[in-house]
């Protein structure tokens, strides 16, 4: 037999949209630490956004704004849950799954984001020898 379908009509659990909201967090840590570290060794952040916010206010404002989308994302997630759970129509059936899939899109980006800063740095590690 074939796998059974999902009903439309499932939202994520409050576990799981909680396990993907830390899996967030700990993607834009790895991001700004890698940044950080490739920073020090001489590397430029490539992102204009995130250049103009060290630029502004420091490593210490790419921080606070990284970590404010995180709780943003956390939030949405919850007010969205919550309005799939009182009415179930396909609004909020929509709401949930983009930020669902937002979520997931932004880990992923994130993770790679990392690893490409890993990379940066293997590559300013060898040019200042």
């Keep these: 037999m074939g796998a059974v379908a999902k009903p439309l009509t499932a939202t994520p659990s ?3 949209v909680g396990f993907w909201i830390g899996l967030l967090a700990l993607a834009q840590v790895a991001d700004l630490l890698t940044t950080q570290i490739d ?4 590397g430029m952040e490539a ?8 630029q502004t206010g420091g490593i210490g404002l790419l921080w606070f704004v990284k970590l404010a989308l995180v709780g943003a994302m956390a939030g949405a997630a919850v007010l969205a ?4 759970l009182r ?7 929509m709401a949930q799954a983009v930020i669902w899939r937002c979520t997931q899109c932004s880990v992923l980006l994130l993770v790679l984001t990392a690893a490409n800063n890993v990379q ?3 590559q300013l590690t060898i040019s200042n020898r």
Aim: glycine share 10%.
């Design 39 to 42: 920073m020090q060794r001489g």
């Design 87 to 93: 009415s179930a129509d396909g609004r909020a059936r």
């Design 47 to 54: 992102n204009a956004v995130a250049a103009a916010l060290i």
């Design 81 to 84: 849950r919550g309005y799939w």
């Design 14 to 16: 409050a576990r799981r």
């Design 120 to 122: 940066v740095l293997s």
